[in-house]
């Protein structure tokens, strides 16, 4: 497991406040400052919350997803896992919709050969974090497949979902379907073929 960046409330509170103004500012200090404004925080807390920078507010932005969907798409008791796993991914991106544009742009600074460890980390602890609230208790080379998978289905339907004109939730949820029913047909052939081989 990768170990998540640093949390705290006040971290927490000033992405919050620091959203809104992502869509006209960016992922910046500029961006940051204004949103501690709002707070009524000085404006050079910006310089210890983050000294890293914007990829490491984008970086703290997942976490705090990762940590927020798992509480929005509780409970999952009454669910099989792959109606768990599209609980979350839809959870996810229901908490994004009113930040869209943060998302893309955060996506965007993830996506710069500079950002590129950055972005691996955050793709890997949220395919982890939804793992772990679907239950997922595997280990060895199993629980890395699975992640992997996973981290490449979140990604499509993220991909999907930044689209424009915006494809809409339901539209995506129904991308999202049609990946896990791929995954679940070449599951069940791949295992038939293990048994026809043993």
């Known amino acids: 497991m990768i170990a998540a960046p640093e949390r705290s409330a006040a971290r927490d509170d000033a992405l919050r406040a620091t959203l809104p103004h992502v869509a006209r500012l960016g992922w910046t200090a500029a961006a940051l400052r204004a949103g501690l404004a709002d707070l009524g925080e000085p404006a050079d807390a910006a310089e210890w919350l983050f000294p890293q920078g914007p990829a ?108 424009e004109p915006a494809p809409g939730l339901e539209a995506t949820l129904a991308f999202l379907d049609r990946r896990l029913d791929g995954l679940a047909r070449w599951q069940r052939r791949r295992g038939a073929g293990t048994r026809q081989t043993a």
Do not use: Y
């Open 56 to 163: 490491s507010m984008v970086e703290a932005w997942c976490d705090l997803a990762d940590r927020e969907m798992t509480e929005a798409a509780a409970p999952l008791d009454g669910l099989r896992v792959p109606g768990r796993i599209r609980a979350l991914i839809a959870a996810r991106l229901e908490q994004a919709e009113p930040w869209r544009e943060a998302k893309r742009r955060g996506v965007a600074l993830l996506s710069l050969p500079w950002n590129a460890g950055t972005g691996a980390r955050c793709a890997a602890r949220t395919a982890d974090a939804m793992w772990l609230a679907a239950g997922d208790t595997s280990t060895g080379f199993s629980r890395h497949t699975k992640r992997l998978t996973l981290a490449a289905i979140h990604s499509a339907t993220l991909a999907f979902w930044l689209r």
